[in-house]
């Protein structure tokens, strides 16, 4: 008797991206807004127009993933590094 496997998860690129938008949107930086802003700069503006050119780019999912990795990894770092009380 034997058992059937388990499906295997299809992840593509726009999970990937979904993804990426997850961990900006923690930091009030979602599609399509300006976002946070410093001295002029909009923070969610060019990170609209970085993912922008990036899909354009049409990078491997793993590639995608990888982005994904570093913008967490920066936003988690961050906020451990200006937690009160460091």
């Given at each position: ?32 807004s ?16 970085a ?21 967490q ?13 460091k």
């Amino acid at each position: 008797m034997s058992e059937e496997p388990e499906p295997t998860s299809v992840i593509n690129s726009d999970h990937c991206w979904r993804f990426i938008w997850d961990e900006l949107k923690r930091v009030q930086i979602a599609p399509g807004s300006g976002g946070p802003f410093e001295g002029g700069i909009l923070w969610g503006q060019n990170a609209n127009q970085a993912i922008q050119a990036l899909r354009d780019l049409k990078l491997p999912i793993l590639a995608v993933h990888q982005v994904g990795l570093l913008v967490q990894a920066t936003i988690r770092a961050a906020e451990v590094r200006f937690r009160p009380g460091k």
